[in-house]
């Protein structure tokens, strides 16, 4: 059984940073794509970023480019999502996700709690 833990959430200042790092255990995800994915209050959940099994071909929904960057460390089978210059609006559930492709197509098969992250103004 494979499991997602989040860590890294939290509350800061608009403008401020926090990095998020989901690790997997119960088996490696090193062959797989992953991402993170938010969900705010009364919005759709929302596809932030993704990244290919390699650490190649890094994706990010138009709102996060440039603030946001996803790597991923595969010996220690973990995805971090570091965000800079936070803004009020990146308020939400975040989520970490696993695909069972080598590119994030479809939806996820592995998917993390979640961790919060407030951005106040």
């Known amino acids: 059984q494979v499991q997602l833990v989040e860590a890294g959430g939290g509350s800061v200042q608009a403008g401020g940073s926090l990095t998020l790092s989901c690790a997997a255990s119960?088996?490696?995800?090193?062959?797989?794509?992953a991402g993170w994915f938010r969900q705010a209050p009364g919005k759709e959940r929302e596809r932030v970023a993704s990244?290919?099994?390699?650490?190649?071909?890094?994706a990010y929904v138009d709102s996060v480019k440039g603030r946001f960057t996803i790597s991923r460390d595969n010996g220690k089978n973990t995805v971090f999502l570091q965000m800079n210059r936070l803004k009020p609006e990146d308020t939400a559930v975040y989520y970490c996700?696993?695909?069972?492709?080598?590119?994030?197509?479809?939806?996820?098969?592995?998917w993390g709690q979640g961790t919060q992250v407030t951005v106040s103004s």
């Open positions: 996700a696993v695909w069972t492709n080598i590119y994030p197509i479809g939806t996820p098969r592995y």
């Open positions: 119960g088996r490696t995800f090193s062959n797989y794509a």
């Open positions: 990244i290919t099994w390699s650490g190649g071909n890094p």
